[in-house]
Protein backbone atom coordinates (compact mmCIF):
# COMPACT_ATOMS: atom_id res chain seq x y z
CA UNK A 1 0.00 0.00 0.00
CA UNK A 2 2.84 2.15 1.05
CA UNK A 3 4.60 1.65 -2.61
CA UNK A 4 0.93 2.31 -4.35
CA UNK A 5 1.22 5.91 -2.77
CA UNK A 6 4.10 6.69 -3.45
CA UNK A 7 3.40 5.95 -7.13
CA UNK A 8 0.10 8.00 -7.07
CA UNK A 9 2.57 10.70 -5.60
CA UNK A 10 5.08 10.59 -7.57
CA UNK A 11 2.86 10.88 -10.56
CA UNK A 12 1.24 13.64 -9.31
CA UNK A 13 4.30 15.82 -9.05
CA UNK A 14 5.54 14.66 -12.30
CA UNK A 15 1.99 16.05 -14.02
CA UNK A 16 2.21 19.20 -11.67
CA UNK A 17 5.85 19.96 -12.74
CA UNK A 18 4.44 19.10 -17.00
CA UNK A 19 1.67 21.42 -16.71
CA UNK A 20 3.92 24.20 -14.80
CA UNK A 21 6.65 23.60 -17.96
CA UNK A 22 3.81 23.91 -20.71
CA UNK A 23 2.51 26.93 -19.00
CA UNK A 24 5.71 28.93 -18.92
CA UNK A 25 6.49 27.75 -22.53
CA UNK A 26 2.95 29.43 -23.71
CA UNK A 27 3.50 33.14 -22.79
CA UNK A 28 1.92 35.78 -24.20
CA UNK A 29 3.63 37.12 -27.02
CA UNK A 30 3.24 40.68 -29.06
CA UNK A 31 4.32 43.11 -31.78
CA UNK A 32 4.11 47.01 -32.40
CA UNK A 33 3.96 47.89 -36.04
CA UNK A 34 3.36 50.23 -38.13
CA UNK A 35 0.76 50.09 -41.21
CA UNK A 36 -0.84 51.88 -43.93
CA UNK A 37 -3.76 51.71 -46.36
CA UNK A 38 -3.85 53.28 -49.99
CA UNK A 39 -6.92 55.43 -51.28
CA UNK A 40 -6.94 57.51 -49.33
CA UNK A 41 -3.79 57.20 -47.28
CA UNK A 42 -4.25 56.13 -44.10
CA UNK A 43 -1.41 55.17 -41.84
CA UNK A 44 -1.43 53.62 -38.37
CA UNK A 45 0.84 52.04 -35.32
CA UNK A 46 -0.56 49.67 -33.86
CA UNK A 47 0.02 45.73 -30.82
CA UNK A 48 -1.00 42.72 -31.66
CA UNK A 49 -0.57 39.76 -30.14
CA UNK A 50 1.19 37.03 -31.97
CA UNK A 51 2.07 33.17 -31.78
CA UNK A 52 5.90 33.93 -31.47
CA UNK A 53 8.11 36.38 -30.08
CA UNK A 54 10.73 35.53 -33.16
CA UNK A 55 10.86 38.80 -35.11
CA UNK A 56 11.04 36.47 -38.24
CA UNK A 57 8.09 34.45 -37.30
CA UNK A 58 6.18 37.30 -36.13
CA UNK A 59 6.22 39.51 -39.48
CA UNK A 60 4.38 36.84 -41.58
CA UNK A 61 1.53 36.27 -39.14
CA UNK A 62 0.90 40.56 -38.30
CA UNK A 63 1.44 41.04 -42.72
CA UNK A 64 -1.90 38.83 -42.63
CA UNK A 65 -3.76 39.60 -40.37
CA UNK A 66 -3.31 43.12 -41.19
CA UNK A 67 -4.41 42.06 -44.81
CA UNK A 68 -7.36 40.75 -43.70
CA UNK A 69 -8.68 44.16 -43.17
CA UNK A 70 -7.02 46.02 -46.12
CA UNK A 71 -3.65 47.21 -44.00
CA UNK A 72 -0.09 46.68 -45.69
CA UNK A 73 2.45 46.29 -42.89
CA UNK A 74 5.18 48.80 -43.00
CA UNK A 75 7.17 47.58 -40.61
CA UNK A 76 7.67 45.14 -37.19
CA UNK A 77 9.19 47.38 -34.91
CA UNK A 78 9.55 44.86 -32.03
CA UNK A 79 8.35 41.71 -30.52
CA UNK A 80 8.02 41.49 -26.76
CA UNK A 81 6.38 39.80 -23.71
CA UNK A 82 3.58 40.97 -20.95
CA UNK A 83 6.38 43.16 -19.81
CA UNK A 84 6.05 44.96 -22.58
CA UNK A 85 2.27 45.97 -22.54
CA UNK A 86 2.52 49.57 -20.61
CA UNK A 87 0.30 52.84 -21.31
CA UNK A 88 2.55 54.58 -23.60
CA UNK A 89 2.27 51.78 -26.28
CA UNK A 90 -1.82 51.43 -25.44
CA UNK A 91 -1.93 55.19 -25.71
CA UNK A 92 0.44 55.36 -28.62
CA UNK A 93 -1.49 52.99 -30.40
CA UNK A 94 -4.78 54.25 -29.36
CA UNK A 95 -8.14 52.00 -31.08
CA UNK A 96 -4.91 49.42 -32.70
CA UNK A 97 -4.23 48.46 -29.42
CA UNK A 98 -4.94 44.70 -29.39
CA UNK A 99 -7.45 45.07 -32.22
CA UNK A 100 -6.28 42.61 -34.63
Excluded at 53 to 76: D, F, I, M, T, Y
Aim: contains cysteine.
Amino acid sequence: MFRTMKQILLSLVASMALTAGATSAQAACYADYKAKRDNPLELHYGVMQVSSCSASQAAPEVNARLAGQGWKLLKLLSTFDDSGLNEKRKERAGQYYLRF
